[in-house]
């Protein structure tokens, strides 16, 4: 089984928390690794995620610092979803 990483970069126009998060993250761009393993068939391949990790300044720590914590793939679907779904 072959796996690799992808990043994107998603998008909250407010701030939002994440299991895993001790406070509420800010608005703005933030970036998302995720894990993702091969499902070989005779016909295609393709790629099914298996975990995630969002990019964050550290709490609590000045200048540039930034965190890597671990998110599943569906929590951080579902709350893109609910924030779209906000006025």
């Known amino acids: 089984m072959t796996s690799r990483t992808t990043q994107i970069s998603v998008h909250f126009s407010s701030p939002f928390?994440?299991?895993g998060f001790e406070a509420p993250l800010p608005a703005g761009e933030c970036p998302v690794?995720?894990?993702e393993?091969?499902?070989e068939s005779a016909f295609r391949l393709a790629w099914?995620?298996?975990?995630?990790?969002?990019?964050?300044?550290?709490?609590?720590?000045a200048?540039?610092?930034h965190q890597m914590v671990p998110v599943e793939p569906a929590q951080l679907a579902a709350a893109l979803?609910?924030?779209q779904q906000l006025p």
Do not use: Q, T
């Not at 099914?48 to 720590?61: C, D, K």
């Open 17 to 19: 928390l994440l299991p």
């Open 48 to 61: 099914r995620r298996v975990g995630g990790f969002v990019h964050s300044r550290a709490i609590g720590a």
């Open 63 to 65: 200048g540039s610092l």
């Open 81 to 83: 979803e609910n924030h």
């Open 37 to 39: 393993e091969s499902i």
């Open 33 to 35: 690794d995720y894990d």
